[in-house]
């Protein structure tokens, strides 16, 4: 039996950012623990020509509701990059995961080949919808949390593989 693009998509992107979220609970308490601002955090990068962490958590939320327009022709909900706190980030996941809530298996039905084409700066291509999803998109969506996760280690968070995975399990 094939693997439905909705299992493909929607339980992957909720999974990864639940794990930000975890990930900036973690900030959160690390920041208070260790008397370092709240801002130093949410600014910090790995490198100058980098997103920051309010950036990566800011494009894994693009990355990933942009998608799922992108494979069921719907419009999506549009947040300014504006955050510059841990609740706000949060806020944005919430809103994503919100938006994921309301995404049906049938929507997505035949989105496989559905024809997607990206015209950006630097990227311009089409795909069919599962060409999409398995060599742009997740590696993608996945980028910016190995990145979030890299830049929280760089500042000394305690986050480790197990943390990168998520829960499994009750």
Known sequence: MAVSMYRLSIPVFQRGLQVLTSYLDKAEAHAQATGVPPEVLV??????????LAGQIQRASDTSK???GRLIGVDVPRFPDCETTFGELKNRIAK?????DTITPEQLDGSHL????LDFSTIKATFTGDEYLMTFVLPNFYFHI??????LRQHGLDVGKLDYLGPYGE
């Open 114 to 117: 559905r024809e997607v084409s």
């Open 43 to 52: 600014h910090a990068r790995i490198a100058t020509d980098m997103l920051p």
């Open 146 to 151: 190995a990145t979030a996760h890299a830049i």
């Open 96 to 100: 994503t995961q919100a938006f994921f």
């Open 66 to 68: 942009n998608a799922i």
